[in-house]
C-alpha cells in the first residue's frame, strides 16, 4: 500500500508542469498575480495556525508576529508544507521556464531530461560507492525533473508509448517493493530510478487512457470535488491524521491493513470537509479579496 500511495506527489509535480509549461506567457506579472496568491494566501493562514498549535501543544514556548514572520521564511511550521517551498519555487521559474522549453525539440527535450536524470542518479549512489563529490555539481531537483517530465511526455502521442509506459509502470512499482521492504536508504521516494519509472510509467498511461469517467459520473464529480479542496485537504491533512490516531483509532489494536484502510478514508473526508469549511469561511473570501485588488 506504501508503494502504491507514494507515486502521488511525484504525479502532482508532472501534472503541475503539464498544465503551467503548456504554452509560453505574455506577462510574467499576469502569471505572478493570478496564481501566487492561490498558493501563498492558504500556505501563509495554514503555516500560522501550524505555528500556533506547535508553540502551544506540541513545544510550549512564546510566540509573536515578528517570530511567525522570521519562521516562514527560515523553515515549513509542519513537516509536510516542504512541498509548498518547492512549489512556490517551481512558479518562479514556470513562466520563463515554458518560454525557454517551448522552442526546444521534443527530442532534445527528452535528451535533457536523461542526462539531468543520470546526474541526480550519480548524486544518489556516489555515497554507496565511498565517491566524495563536490555538491555544487548537483544543483538538479528532482521535483524539478517531475516537473518538466510532465510536460513532455504532453509533447508525446502517449497512446502510442503505452506499452513503454507500462513497462515502466511495473518496473517502477516492483522496484519501488522491495527497495522499501529492504529498507534502502537511497532517497526511493523522491529522486531514485525506481520512482521516475513509476511516476513517469503512470503518469503517461493516464495521458494515453481513452476511457475516463464520463462528465457527471459518479466518479467524475468525487473527483472534481475533491480537486476543488486538494490544495487545502494537504494543507490541513496531518492534524486531522494526528487527532485521529491518537483519540479515535489505535493503530495496534485492529488488524493492520483494515486500520490503515479506515485512517485514511477517514482522514480523507475529514480533511475535505474541514477544507471545505475553511476555504467557505477563510481562504475563499481572502482569495476573492486578493482577485479584486489585483484587478485594480
Sequence with gaps: MDTTVRVGLPLFFMLSGALLLAKPYDSVSRFYLKRFPKILIPFVLYSAAYYVYVHTVEKPSPMSFS?????????????????VYSLIGLYFIAPFLSIAISRVPTRTLWTGILVLLAILQVRQFSHLAGIGINGALFLVSPWLLYFVGGYAIT????????????????????STFFARAAHLQIGIFDQGLNMYALAFGVFGLFMGAK??????????????????????IYLVHPLILVWLRDTVFKMTELHPIWNTFVLTSTVLFGSLLVAAVIQTLVTGPCLRAADLFSAR
Excluded at 511567525?68 to 516542504?82: D, K, M, S
Excluded at 473527483?223 to 479542496?229: E, G, N, W
Aim: glycine share 6%; charged share 15%.
Design 155 to 174: 509533447r508525446l502521442d502517449a497512446h502510442q508509448y503505452s506499452l513503454a509506459f507500462f513497462g515502466l509502470t511495473v518496473f517502477g512499482f516492483i
Design 67 to 83: 517570530d511567525l514572520v522570521i519562521a516562514l521564511v527560515r523553515e515549513p511550521q509542519f513537516y509536510h508544507l516542504w512541498f
Design 211 to 232: 476511457h475516463l469517467p464520463a462528465d457527471g459520473a459518479i466518479l467524475d464529480r468525487l473527483m472534481s470535488t475533491i480537486s476543488k479542496y486538494s490544495y487545502e
